[in-house]
């Protein structure tokens, strides 16, 4: 297994039972959405003392999503698999088939089915927040009084905001007069703060501390928390009640907000609506304002030259958030300073604002296009995709290779009757097959009992080389109990466009005449070119 990476944040989730289908789509979406953060998902196992642990993560850089998993037994961990996949069912796949090989085969051919009351009691485990613009979701803490070996926290209190609004959770802790120190992580990073009976003594956060820090937590919604009691610390950088912190950071969070629904944008230029005003004309403009040193306002006034932008003048006075945000609301409500019309990028370029992608919906679709037994994609999805690869390669001139094949198993005398593959052996081969092709390649049901590969941009002689690649990996160890090579029985037919044929119809007629020479010849795989040469 690899070696573990430190993420800046992980999610904890602790499932009553097996998770389904479903509840690993849900985990797929979270993974997708919080991109280099790594999600954890336990569920107690049927034997006493035994419990599973699954672990998600998507990595910023590119690549599938990785997952793992592993089993605790009497404290004692042991890595059961690991491998790379954005294929949910697939994953979904690959726990059953280790959970019926340590718990036996009733487990698997009752998980398959998901009841509606199943999926409502997974939707209990999870919280999608309804907001797609910041495109993150987070998993609830686990319920109270749930101990787990691999989840062992010297902690009494702890959850997610997304349950629990920032300013309730401080006056929690205020009001138990509770001595410790209070973390809390997002994707803002990691702030702390800590407590003596009640009252806030030092805190911190990544860009503030202090009375800052606790003005700045005052607009986190989302992220986890944890208390460690009795964790206390010689800084001291607050000396105002809980109380008065929350009162200011709330107005400050007001002024902010007053100031996004005016069209505030840190990286607009600033410029000067009046080009110059005396300190005595300047004192009586903003007197019925909101209250702020004079001389902050002077500074910032100043600093305004028609090039800076909000962000770099704050920079270069080394104001904080308490300070500029008041001060910026005078700028715009006196008319003393405006935005240009010009926003500062590299270039010259023009000011782009970024589309949300919900991968949520995406999964979806891709979900209702898939057979929920196998997790390939069903016939028609199929045609269609096809349908718009022969369009695509026609237009650019790319080959584009169809593989349609069959995978039986021997019975009978002399291994003359073919039968279907049990359900768990074919899991495991759509396994296989799918961590041995491209991205791009198209795993499916085709017709009724046989299976297809839609592979673009490969030519004839490397839908060849594929095919007997999967071969290999279908035959080099059994699929299940009594599918090996001995009894498997596989036949590969490929055709391809423009080397065969070039109307999309006859395409997938030499790719089946293909797979039946291959299944009389007893060999393994054939091309329809191949037919031509005796």
Known sequence: MQKEKNYSAKSIQILPGNPTATAIHQILTWALENLDKQVEVIWPSSQKGSEYKLVAH???????????????????????????????????????????????????????????????????????PENATKQRSTLPIPPVGQDSSLTRTATVLNGDLAFVQINALLQSINLAKMTGRLEITSDKGTAEVFFIEGQPFHATAPDSRGPECIYELVTWKEGRFFFQPKVITKQRTINDTLDSLIIQGAQILDKHNFLKSSGFKPDAILVKLIPSISDADLKKLVQPAIPVEFVLQRRFYDAIDGKSSTREIVEKLGYLRSQWVPVMCNMLTCGLAGFSAVTKRAGNLPPLEPKTVDSSAVQQVIMSLRRGDTGMFNFPAFLYFLEQEYFRGHRSGNPLSVIIFEMRV??????????????????????????????????????????????????GEGARVFAKRLVTALTKSPLGTGVDARTLSLSFGAACVPEDFLELGLLLSAAEAAKTSAHTNDTPVVLYRDMHVD
């Open 410 to 459: 021997k019975a009978g005398p002399n291994g003359s009757i073919r039968e279907p593959l049990p359900i768990g052996a074919l899991r495991e081969a759509v396994l296989r097959i799918s961590q041995a092709k491209r991205h791009n390649d198209l795993l499916a049901h085709y017709e009724a009992f046989d299976y297809v590969l839609l592979c673009p941009e490969t030519k």
């Open 58 to 128: 998507a990595d910023p850089m590119g690549g599938d999503p990785k997952w793992a998993m592993s089993v605790s037994v009497l404290g004692k961990t042991q890595a059961l698999w690991d491998f790379s996949s954005c294929d949910s069912l697939l994953v979904f796949n690959r726990i059953e088939a280790s959970l019926n090989d340590r718990e036996g085969t009733e487990h698997g051919q009752a998980a398959v089915k998901v009841t509606a009351e199943e999926q409502a009691e997974e939707k209990a485990f999870f919280y999608m």
